[in-house]
């Protein structure tokens, strides 16, 4: 009997022991595990102007929904329209008709053909545009992510307009501006931009500055179309992001033909591994397609021209743009373009308030009775629909 109870007096003291060590095993499974389902907050904006390595994978599926406008053209009109009585200024009412499109999407990109040059110039249209940074604070609250700066327009108010810009975005972090540079040192960064694990680089080149020579002590004020520049920058983007886009301002304005240079530089995308091209300057519709390259039979997706979003240019093809729409997926380190279509847009302006009212609607919203409203003649929902049609291949088409 002295026996037994001395052994129970060994054993109890140990079966505790194992117990506790069970329960703290079980307890750091479970919190494991549940460390492990718990989800990320997702992140609206993750900028990266550094060369980082990101090849690391995720099992899983993840995916993440683009959409891209075009040309956001501030005319005198524009700048007048958004004037209030106490000397304020708003520009909401330009994407109040367009913003449930926008501000769901992963990302959303609009070109700012105008610089932003703010009040530190008198505002202007054309020929040479300054534009208020009001406009860039509705075109934020709409829900554009990423601004492409590099157009013709760019340097319409010198090297200072373009600083003031650079300021504007200084101070909206949450935004992310392409194609221009405080110095040459943020020339030669790549813009990584991620989002649901999916990391993008994104590159904005212009084919000039209308004739205004950039400073020769800034040459890297502004990114242009050199084909070295953008054989050092894609080759680059290449190594550490899953997508690679590039933003051109190209072509020819005011028509709806891919030009010899377009292909010209479509064909260097193509042959350095570029997955996406979203074109704009022509400031009318361009095709959409698929481009193969010959030698390694990758597919390479290119919106030529998605056309004017808001301006007050007065030709019917002018006021008729686009809005690309598309999915790129990822799962087990594989990246897939599952849909890649254009949503058609109307620039619908009438006169009203200090002179005319604008705003932008998806064509599938767009009515006749809208359209008996627009101060350019001739604007039905049949013509905007009939000019998309010729111009989009119907696989593109989302109308």
Same mark, same amino acid.
């Given at each position: 009997?002295?026996?037994?109870?001395k052994l129970?007096?060994?054993?109890?003291?140990?079966?505790?022991?194992?117990?506790?060590?069970?329960?703290?095993?079980?307890?750091?499974?479970?919190?494991?595990?549940?460390?492990?389902?718990?989800?990320?907050?997702?992140?609206?904006?993750?900028?990266?102007?550094?060369?980082?390595?990101?090849?690391?994978?995720?099992?899983?599926?993840?995916?993440?929904?683009?959409?891209?406008?075009?040309?956001?053209?501030?005319?005198?009109?524009?700048?007048?329209?958004?004037?209030?009585?106490?000397?304020?200024?708003?520009?909401?009412?330009?994407?109040?008709?367009?913003?449930?499109?926008?501000?769901?999407?992963?990302?959303?990109?609009?070109?700012?053909?105008?610089?932003?040059?703010?009040?530190?110039?008198?505002?202007?249209?054309?020929?040479?545009?300054?534009?208020?940074?009001?406009?860039?604070?509705?075109?934020?609250?709409?829900?554009?992510?990423?601004?492409?700066?590099?157009?013709?327009?760019?340097?319409?108010?010198?090297?200072?307009?373009?600083?003031?810009?650079?300021?504007?975005?200084?101070?909206?972090?949450?935004?992310? =501006?392409? @194609? !221009?540079?405080? %110095?040459?040192?943020?020339? &030669?960064?790549?813009?990584? #931009?991620? /989002?649901?694990?999916?990391?993008?680089?994104?590159?904005?080149?212009?084919?000039?500055?209308?004739?205004?020579?950039?400073?020769?002590?800034?040459?890297w004020l502004?990114?242009?179309?050199?084909?070295?520049?953008?054989?050092?920058?894609?080759?680059?983007?290449?190594?550490?992001?899953?997508?690679?886009?590039?933003?051109? =301002?190209? @072509? !020819?304005e005011n %028509?709806?033909?891919?030009? &010899?240079?377009?292909?010209? #530089?479509? /064909?260097?995308?193509?042959?350095?591994?570029?997955?996406?091209?979203?074109?704009?300057?022509?400031?009318?519709?361009?095709?959409?397609?698929?481009?193969?390259?010959?030698?390694?039979?990758?597919?390479?997706?290119?919106?030529?021209?998605?056309?004017?979003?808001?301006?007050?240019?007065?030709?019917?093809?002018?006021?008729?743009?686009?809005?690309?729409?598309?999915?790129?997926?990822?799962?087990?380190?594989?990246?897939?373009?599952?849909?890649?279509?254009?949503?058609?847009?109307?620039?619908?302006?009438?006169?009203?308030?200090?002179?005319?009212?604008?705003?932008?609607?998806?064509?599938?919203?767009?009515?006749?009775?809208?359209?008996?409203?627009?101060?350019?003649?001739?604007?039905?929902?049949?013509?905007?629909?009939?000019?998309?049609?010729?111009?989009?291949?119907?696989?593109?088409?989302?109308?």
């Amino acid at each position: 009997m002295e026996k037994k109870k001395k052994l129970w007096q060994v054993l109890i003291p140990v079966l505790v022991a194992l117990a506790v060590i069970v329960a703290f095993a079980i307890s750091g499974t479970i919190t494991r595990r549940a460390d492990e389902k718990k989800p990320t907050a997702p992140t609206k904006v993750s900028v990266v102007n550094q060369t980082e390595d990101h090849t690391e994978e995720t099992q899983g599926k993840t995916r993440v929904r683009l959409v891209a406008v075009g040309d956001n053209l501030i005319h005198n009109t524009l700048i007048a329209a958004g004037e209030q009585k106490d000397g304020s200024r708003n520009y909401d009412a330009f994407y109040q008709d367009i913003k449930q499109y926008i501000e769901p999407a992963d990302i959303a990109v609009i070109n700012q053909e105008t610089v932003l040059g703010g009040s530190s110039f008198d505002y202007s249209g054309y020929p040479c545009f300054n534009s208020p940074w009001e406009i860039g604070d509705a075109a934020i609250a709409a829900g554009f992510d990423i601004f492409t700066c590099a157009t013709n327009h760019t340097m319409d108010m010198g090297s200072a307009g373009v600083e003031k810009e650079l300021e504007y975005f200084g101070k909206h972090k949450e935004a992310v =501006h392409l @194609g !221009t540079n405080a %110095s040459q040192a943020d020339c &030669d960064k790549i813009t990584y #931009y991620e /989002k649901n694990n999916i990391t993008f680089a994104l590159l904005n080149y212009t084919y000039g500055t209308n004739g205004i020579d950039l400073p020769k002590d800034k040459p890297w004020l502004v990114n242009l179309m050199d084909k070295d520049k953008i054989r050092k920058d894609i080759t680059e983007a290449r190594k550490h992001a899953d997508v690679v886009m590039v933003f051109p =301002h190209w @072509g !020819t304005e005011n %028509s709806h033909k891919v030009s &010899d240079y377009q292909k010209e #530089y479509t /064909k260097l995308f193509s042959d350095l591994g570029v997955d996406i091209v979203i074109g704009s300057h022509p400031h009318v519709l361009q095709p959409v397609a698929w481009v193969t390259n010959e030698k390694s039979g990758k597919k390479m997706l290119v919106y030529y021209s998605l056309g004017n979003f808001i301006s007050h240019q007065i030709n019917l093809p002018q006021l008729c743009g686009g809005m690309a729409e598309v999915t790129i997926e990822k799962e087990n380190g594989k990246i897939t373009i599952s849909s890649a279509k254009l949503a058609p847009v109307v620039c619908h302006y009438s006169r009203g308030g200090n002179g005319f009212v604008f705003s932008v609607y998806k064509l599938s919203d767009y009515t006749d009775e809208l359209a008996a409203t627009q101060a350019q003649k001739g604007a039905t929902v049949k013509y905007f629909t009939d000019l998309s049609k010729k111009v989009i291949p119907a696989e593109f088409l989302d109308i």
